[in-house]
Antibody, heavy 120, light 108 residues
Framework: EVQLVESGGGLVKPGGSLRLSCAASGFTFSSYSMNWVRQAPGKGLEWVSSISSSSSYIYYADSVKGRFTISRDNAKNSLYLQMNSLRAEDTAVYYC?????????????WGQGTMVTVSS | DIQMTQSPSSLSASVGDRVTITCQASQDISNYLNWYQQKPGKAPKLLIYDASNLETGVPSRFSGSGSGTDFTFTISSLQPEDIATYYCQQYDNLPPWTFGQGTKVEIK
Protein backbone atom coordinates (compact mmCIF):
# COMPACT_ATOMS: atom_id res chain seq x y z
CA GLU A 1 0.00 0.00 0.00
CA VAL A 2 1.30 3.43 -0.94
CA GLN A 3 1.60 5.38 2.28
CA LEU A 4 3.07 8.49 3.87
CA VAL A 5 3.23 8.77 7.66
CA GLU A 6 4.25 12.01 9.35
CA SER A 7 5.61 12.34 12.86
CA GLY A 8 7.39 14.84 15.07
CA GLY A 9 4.66 17.37 15.69
CA GLY A 10 3.92 18.81 19.10
CA LEU A 11 3.79 21.89 21.29
CA VAL A 12 6.74 24.28 21.09
CA LYS A 13 7.36 27.79 22.40
CA PRO A 14 7.79 30.74 20.06
CA GLY A 15 11.37 30.87 18.85
CA GLY A 16 11.78 27.15 19.34
CA SER A 17 12.58 24.38 16.88
CA LEU A 18 10.97 21.16 15.73
CA ARG A 19 11.85 18.50 13.19
CA LEU A 20 9.10 16.75 11.27
CA SER A 21 9.58 13.40 9.56
CA CYS A 22 7.61 11.65 6.86
CA ALA A 23 8.09 7.93 6.28
CA ALA A 24 7.22 6.66 2.82
CA SER A 25 6.31 3.12 1.86
CA GLY A 26 4.77 1.20 -1.02
CA PHE A 27 6.50 3.14 -3.82
CA THR A 28 9.96 4.04 -5.09
CA PHE A 29 10.52 7.08 -2.89
CA SER A 30 13.73 8.12 -4.64
CA SER A 31 11.85 8.74 -7.91
CA TYR A 32 9.49 11.38 -6.60
CA SER A 33 9.60 15.04 -5.67
CA MET A 34 8.17 15.54 -2.22
CA ASN A 35 6.46 18.45 -0.54
CA TRP A 36 5.23 19.84 2.75
CA VAL A 37 1.81 21.50 2.81
CA ARG A 38 0.29 23.00 5.93
CA GLN A 39 -3.16 23.95 7.14
CA ALA A 40 -3.73 26.34 10.02
CA PRO A 41 -6.73 25.52 12.23
CA GLY A 42 -9.93 26.27 10.34
CA LYS A 43 -8.00 27.65 7.36
CA GLY A 44 -7.06 26.58 3.86
CA LEU A 45 -4.06 24.78 2.43
CA GLU A 46 -0.67 26.44 2.08
CA TRP A 47 2.24 24.91 0.17
CA VAL A 48 5.39 25.18 2.32
CA SER A 49 8.34 23.53 0.62
CA SER A 50 9.39 21.16 -2.16
CA ILE A 51 12.42 18.96 -2.78
CA SER A 52 13.23 17.14 -5.99
CA SER A 53 13.95 13.43 -6.13
CA SER A 54 17.72 13.83 -5.84
CA SER A 55 17.58 16.96 -3.65
CA SER A 56 18.92 19.06 -6.52
CA TYR A 57 16.03 21.49 -6.47
CA ILE A 58 14.60 22.93 -3.28
CA TYR A 59 11.94 25.61 -2.94
CA TYR A 60 10.28 27.39 -0.03
CA ALA A 61 7.30 29.61 0.51
CA ASP A 62 8.30 33.16 1.41
CA SER A 63 6.59 32.72 4.77
CA VAL A 64 9.13 30.09 5.88
CA LYS A 65 12.24 30.94 3.85
CA GLY A 66 15.31 31.22 6.05
CA ARG A 67 13.63 29.43 8.96
CA PHE A 68 12.64 26.01 7.57
CA THR A 69 14.87 23.45 5.87
CA ILE A 70 13.55 20.55 3.82
CA SER A 71 15.67 17.44 3.31
CA ARG A 72 15.33 13.79 2.41
CA ASP A 73 17.14 10.50 2.88
CA ASN A 74 16.34 8.22 -0.05
CA ALA A 75 18.09 5.30 1.61
CA LYS A 76 15.66 5.58 4.52
CA ASN A 77 12.61 6.51 2.39
CA SER A 78 12.17 9.58 4.54
CA LEU A 79 11.40 13.26 4.16
CA TYR A 80 12.16 15.88 6.79
CA LEU A 81 11.30 19.44 7.68
CA GLN A 82 13.54 21.24 10.16
CA MET A 83 11.62 24.19 11.56
CA ASN A 84 13.51 26.89 13.45
CA SER A 85 12.51 30.27 14.88
CA LEU A 86 8.93 29.10 15.10
CA ARG A 87 6.14 31.65 15.31
CA ALA A 88 2.52 31.45 16.41
CA GLU A 89 1.47 31.70 12.77
CA ASP A 90 3.31 28.44 12.02
CA THR A 91 0.67 26.60 14.06
CA ALA A 92 -0.89 24.13 11.65
CA VAL A 93 -1.31 20.56 10.58
CA TYR A 94 1.68 19.71 8.40
CA TYR A 95 1.14 17.23 5.58
CA CYS A 96 3.78 15.59 3.47
CA UNK A 97 2.60 15.09 -0.10
CA UNK A 98 4.01 13.28 -3.09
CA UNK A 99 4.18 15.03 -6.42
CA UNK A 100 2.75 12.86 -9.16
CA UNK A 101 5.03 11.54 -11.88
CA UNK A 102 2.16 11.09 -14.30
CA UNK A 103 0.71 14.58 -13.89
CA UNK A 104 3.60 16.57 -12.45
CA UNK A 105 1.67 19.45 -10.98
CA UNK A 106 -0.51 17.37 -8.71
CA UNK A 107 -0.04 16.10 -5.18
CA UNK A 108 -1.36 12.58 -5.58
CA UNK A 109 -0.56 10.99 -2.22
CA TRP A 110 -0.84 12.71 1.17
CA GLY A 111 0.01 11.68 4.69
CA GLN A 112 -2.45 11.97 7.56
CA GLY A 113 -0.71 15.07 8.91
CA THR A 114 1.05 16.02 12.13
CA MET A 115 -0.04 18.94 14.31
CA VAL A 116 2.43 21.67 15.25
CA THR A 117 1.35 24.15 17.91
CA VAL A 118 3.50 27.18 18.65
CA SER A 119 2.45 28.76 21.91
CA SER A 120 3.94 29.99 25.16
CA ASP B 1 2.88 34.94 -7.02
CA ILE B 2 -0.25 33.64 -8.69
CA GLN B 3 -3.38 34.19 -6.63
CA MET B 4 -6.33 31.82 -6.84
CA THR B 5 -9.80 33.19 -6.10
CA GLN B 6 -12.33 30.48 -5.40
CA SER B 7 -16.08 30.96 -5.02
CA PRO B 8 -18.36 30.53 -3.29
CA SER B 9 -16.70 30.02 0.09
CA SER B 10 -19.56 27.75 1.09
CA LEU B 11 -22.75 26.37 -0.36
CA SER B 12 -25.69 24.27 0.72
CA ALA B 13 -27.45 22.01 -1.75
CA SER B 14 -29.84 19.08 -1.77
CA VAL B 15 -28.94 15.51 -2.59
CA GLY B 16 -29.11 15.11 -6.35
CA ASP B 17 -28.44 18.78 -7.07
CA ARG B 18 -25.82 19.98 -9.51
CA VAL B 19 -23.07 21.88 -7.69
CA THR B 20 -20.63 24.28 -9.36
CA ILE B 21 -17.52 25.89 -7.90
CA THR B 22 -15.38 28.42 -9.73
CA CYS B 23 -11.70 29.25 -9.44
CA GLN B 24 -10.04 32.26 -11.04
CA ALA B 25 -6.29 32.68 -11.45
CA SER B 26 -4.62 36.09 -11.28
CA GLN B 27 -2.80 35.31 -14.54
CA ASP B 28 -2.97 32.81 -17.38
CA ILE B 29 -2.07 29.34 -16.10
CA SER B 30 -3.13 27.37 -19.20
CA ASN B 31 -4.63 24.14 -17.81
CA TYR B 32 -2.25 23.86 -14.85
CA LEU B 33 -5.05 23.48 -12.34
CA ASN B 34 -5.99 20.68 -9.97
CA TRP B 35 -8.96 20.08 -7.67
CA TYR B 36 -8.88 18.38 -4.27
CA GLN B 37 -11.50 17.15 -1.83
CA GLN B 38 -10.89 17.34 1.90
CA LYS B 39 -13.26 15.69 4.32
CA PRO B 40 -13.26 16.84 7.97
CA GLY B 41 -10.21 15.66 9.86
CA LYS B 42 -8.72 14.01 6.77
CA ALA B 43 -5.97 14.79 4.31
CA PRO B 44 -6.84 16.26 0.92
CA LYS B 45 -7.50 13.88 -1.94
CA LEU B 46 -6.75 14.59 -5.59
CA LEU B 47 -9.90 14.51 -7.74
CA ILE B 48 -9.11 16.35 -10.97
CA TYR B 49 -5.74 17.10 -12.57
CA ASP B 50 -4.82 19.35 -15.48
CA ALA B 51 -8.19 21.13 -15.20
CA SER B 52 -10.37 18.38 -16.62
CA ASN B 53 -8.89 14.93 -16.09
CA LEU B 54 -10.45 12.62 -13.54
CA GLU B 55 -8.03 10.88 -11.18
CA THR B 56 -8.28 7.09 -11.26
CA GLY B 57 -11.08 5.79 -9.06
CA VAL B 58 -12.88 9.11 -8.71
CA PRO B 59 -16.62 8.91 -9.49
CA SER B 60 -17.69 10.32 -12.84
CA ARG B 61 -20.13 12.75 -11.22
CA PHE B 62 -17.10 14.94 -10.58
CA SER B 63 -15.79 16.99 -13.48
CA GLY B 64 -13.66 20.02 -14.23
CA SER B 65 -13.28 22.46 -17.08
CA GLY B 66 -11.59 25.68 -18.06
CA SER B 67 -8.28 27.10 -19.17
CA GLY B 68 -6.37 30.34 -18.93
CA THR B 69 -7.71 32.12 -15.87
CA ASP B 70 -11.20 30.70 -15.37
CA PHE B 71 -11.99 27.22 -14.16
CA THR B 72 -15.06 25.32 -13.02
CA PHE B 73 -15.54 22.24 -10.85
CA THR B 74 -18.87 20.44 -10.99
CA ILE B 75 -20.61 17.70 -9.05
CA SER B 76 -23.38 16.58 -11.37
CA SER B 77 -25.53 14.96 -8.70
CA LEU B 78 -24.58 15.73 -5.11
CA GLN B 79 -24.33 12.70 -2.82
CA PRO B 80 -24.16 12.65 1.01
CA GLU B 81 -20.58 11.39 0.89
CA ASP B 82 -19.54 14.49 -1.09
CA ILE B 83 -19.78 16.65 2.02
CA ALA B 84 -16.31 18.18 2.16
CA THR B 85 -14.27 21.24 1.40
CA TYR B 86 -12.97 21.52 -2.15
CA TYR B 87 -9.79 23.33 -3.17
CA CYS B 88 -8.33 24.36 -6.50
CA GLN B 89 -4.53 24.48 -6.86
CA GLN B 90 -2.36 25.98 -9.59
CA TYR B 91 1.07 24.73 -10.59
CA ASP B 92 2.20 27.13 -13.27
CA ASN B 93 5.95 26.75 -13.74
CA LEU B 94 7.99 27.09 -10.55
CA PRO B 95 6.72 27.35 -6.96
CA PRO B 96 4.99 28.76 -5.06
CA TRP B 97 2.07 26.53 -5.94
CA THR B 98 -1.03 28.14 -4.53
CA PHE B 99 -4.44 26.92 -3.47
CA GLY B 100 -7.79 28.60 -3.57
CA GLN B 101 -9.44 29.50 -0.27
CA GLY B 102 -11.70 26.45 -0.39
CA THR B 103 -15.42 25.84 -0.82
CA LYS B 104 -17.30 24.06 1.94
CA VAL B 105 -20.14 21.95 0.54
CA GLU B 106 -23.01 21.03 2.84
CA ILE B 107 -26.30 19.19 2.43
CA LYS B 108 -29.45 21.27 2.68
Amino acid sequence: EVQLVESGGGLVKPGGSLRLSCAASGFTFSSYSMNWVRQAPGKGLEWVSSISSSSSYIYYADSVKGRFTISRDNAKNSLYLQMNSLRAEDTAVYYCARKSLDYPGAFDIWGQGTMVTVSS
Amino acid sequence: DIQMTQSPSSLSASVGDRVTITCQASQDISNYLNWYQQKPGKAPKLLIYDASNLETGVPSRFSGSGSGTDFTFTISSLQPEDIATYYCQQYDNLPPWTFGQGTKVEIK
